[in-house]
């Protein structure tokens, strides 16, 4: 079994040959979560992949939302990634320091949802990279702002009141990200004053199921990817919402679906942060 998309995907190899090559861009999106207690952009700046800029998902958001890394504006997205460099017709590639979800597959689908398709992810990401030997550096890149044009497409993001609707019709199915212990209520939200548990009627698909652990976070072979979306109890057949902590693992479910060809998974943008820290909305453990 293939994969339907290969194009969204490229080798450390592939890079490594293109690294100069006109029209790519590379933007490392390393982010890390609250109790990790690291710096991203400090970690960027003293050591990531030649020509790379750095992509901030918590820059490049809402700023007028309460929750975090929310998408921005078309209008907000076109200024703040047209000053990284990247402009209409530019390859993307996104990487980050955790092998791709956190939060390469994000910023993937933030340029997916603003209308630039010509974006992939780098298979293993800053791991895989650095185990391989190959080159990093701590001179910054100056780059000439372009222009990027940008739209949203709708039919890639949810919000609450559809998240809400949904749990009453069961129209999609809505695939959680986080680990098994935080989907049933077992563990602690690394965001404080959550509550725990799950939105009811979703189905628990760890982004880590997608991924090969043991060898730098590669994405898995196609008919594995698809196996673990099935043992899940997910219809590929059917449309898909995907959700977790903050909208960043979440990003991931939806990369390995558009590998499979399933190009209109979408995603809770609040997801957990946001159902697990109201009391008007419903929880399963």
């Known amino acids: 079994m293939d994969y339907a998309n290969p194009r969204a995907l490229v080798s450390t190899e592939w890079l490594a040959e293109n690294l100069l090559a006109p029209g790519v861009r590379i933007v490392d999106a390393t982010f890390y979560l609250p109790t990790q207690d690291r710096d991203a952009e400090a970690e960027f700046a003293a050591a990531h992949i030649p020509g790379a800029v750095f992509f901030d998902v918590d820059d490049i958001c809402d700023p007028t939302s309460d929750l975090p890394h929310m998408l921005p504006s078309a209008e907000t997205f076109s200024a703040k990634a047209g000053r990284l460099g990247i402009g209409d017709g530019d390859h993307v590639i996104a990487y980050d320091a ?5 939060a390469a597959a994000r910023a993937w689908w933030m340029f997916r949802i603003f209308g ?10 800053l791991p895989k990279w650095l185990a391989e030997g190959r080159p990093v550096t701590g001179k910054t890149v100056a780059p000439e702002t372009r222009s990027l044009t ?3 497409n709708p039919i890639l993001v ?3 009141e559809q998240m809400l609707a949904n749990v009453e019709t069961g129209a999609e199915q809505v695939a959680d990200a986080r680990s098994r212990d935080r989907f049933d209520g077992l563990a602690p939200e690394p965001r404080e004053g959550l509550r725990s548990g799950h939105i009811p009627g979703s189905v ?12 730098h976070f590669v994405m898995r072979p196609a008919e594995d990817i698809a196996a673990a979306i099935a043992d899940a109890g997910l219809d590929m057949e059917r449309p898909v919402v995907a959700s977790c902590g903050s909208g960043v693992t979440a990003a991931m479910l939806a990369f390995g679906f558009y590998l499979l060809g399933k190009e ?3 995603v809770y943008d609040g997801s957990w942060t946001e159902w697990g820290g109201r009391e008007d909305t419903p929880v399963e453990t």
């Not at 955790?98 to 956190?102: S, Y």
């Open 158 to 160: 949810r919000a609450i």
């Open 98 to 102: 955790n092998g791709g979800a956190m």
């Open 204 to 215: 628990c698909l760890p982004h880590t199921m997608l991924m090969d652990g043991e060898n």
């Open 264 to 266: 209109d998974a979408a």
């Open 116 to 125: 630039h398709d010509n974006v992939s992810l780098l298979d293993g990401g």
């Open 150 to 152: 940008a739209e949203k």
